[in-house]
Each structure stands twice: as structure tokens, then as C-alpha cells.
């Protein structure tokens, strides 16, 4: 296993939509595990998505158990993902890997409804909620180019330089 690295704003890389993963053989397992490593690397690292390493496929990982009193789904390895149903709207501020030095405050769906299969390709449906539903939806939106940046209503209100990473 390795720590891959991670593409910073304003990559070109980070605009462009992944594909659907086909194939889940041993290749994807390995990839995986460096996604995880690369992941856990990172401060504060809740969620990664394969584009953010230059990796044009749709595979997310997401953690938030490390966020204490909070409904979540503990370690997940979300491939081709798709958001079924969202319920809600909230705002809340997220940070990226790949936009190290701000936080930006995000209006995401409070609910969804996920299907994802998993890295052996079983497909499953999770209700998530909060701040792993948000999570869920910041690492989506890499897989489709897109970075919190491009969802900031205004960046003068909603964008905040980051001075340490906590
Ligand atoms: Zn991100």
C-alpha cells in the first residue's frame, strides 16, 4: 500500500466526470487500499474520491466515525454511487483535500437515499443523514468535476481561509 497523491485546486483533473467501475478484481482491491491509506493521511480526512488521485473512476471511501453521537454507517467503500431520493436542504461548512487552505459553507440535502455497490460489486441502499449524508454528497460531486467551490452561493460570505487544518 501507498499514499497516492492528491490533485490540488485548480488541477485540471479534478473538472473531469469518472466512469463506472466494471471490473472488480484484484487491481480495484489494491487501488482501494492506497485510496484508504491516502484517506487516512490526510487531516481530518472523512471521505476521498478516486479522481481526487488522479484516478478517473467512479470510488469514493467514506468515514465519519470518527465524529462521535452522529448516525453514520462506519467505513464505507461506495462504488458507482447514485443518490435514489434527498429530502431537506442545510448548509454547512465542508474542507477538501484537494482545496487545502479554505472551508467553504455548502448548502447539501439533509437525506438521502444511496445505492452503492461495494468493492466486491454487491449493490446496497444506505439512508444516511447529517453530516455523513453531507460527506456522501461532497465526494459524488468529485466524481462528477465538481469541488465545493463550484457550490458556494457567495464566495464573499461563504468562502473562509483556512488558517490551521483541525
Ligand atoms: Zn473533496
Known amino acids: 500500500m501507498a499514499a497516492l ?3 490540488k485546486y485548480p488541477s485540471a483533473g479534478l473538472k473531469e466526470i469518472a466512469l463506472d467501475v466494471n471490473v472488480f478484481d484484484a487491481a480495484l482491491q489494491d487501488f482501494i487500499a492506497d485510496l484508504e491509506e491516502t484517506m487516512r493521511a490526510g487531516p481530518g480526512g472523512v471521505g476521498i474520491a478516486a479522481p481526487q488521485v488522479g484516478c478517473l473512476q467512479r470510488i469514493v471511501i467514506v468515514d465519519v466515525s470518527s465524529k462521535p453521537k452522529i448516525k453514520q454507517h462506519g467505513r464505507l467503500v ?3 454511487p447514485e443518490i435514489l431520493e434527498w429530502e431537506g436542504m442545510a448548509k454547512g461548512r465542508e474542507g477538501c483535500m484537494s482545496v487545502p ?5 455548502v448548502i447539501r440535502a439533509k437525506n438521502i437515499k444511496l445505492q452503492a455497490q461495494d468493492e466486491k460489486g454487491d449493490v446496497h441502499e444506505y439512508d444516511m443523514e447529517g453530516f455523513e449524508a453531507r460527506a456522501v454528497q461532497h ?3 468529485h466524481l462528477d468535476g465538481l469541488l ?19
Open 148 to 166: 465545493f467551490l463550484d457550490r458556494l452561493v457567495s464566495r464573499r460570505n461563504d468562502l473562509f481561509a483556512r488558517k490551521v487544518y483541525e
Open 139 to 141: 465526494e459524488i460531486d
Open 78 to 80: 461506495l462504488i458507482n
Open 101 to 105: 487552505d479554505f472551508t467553504g459553507a
Open 5 to 7: 497523491e492528491i490533485l
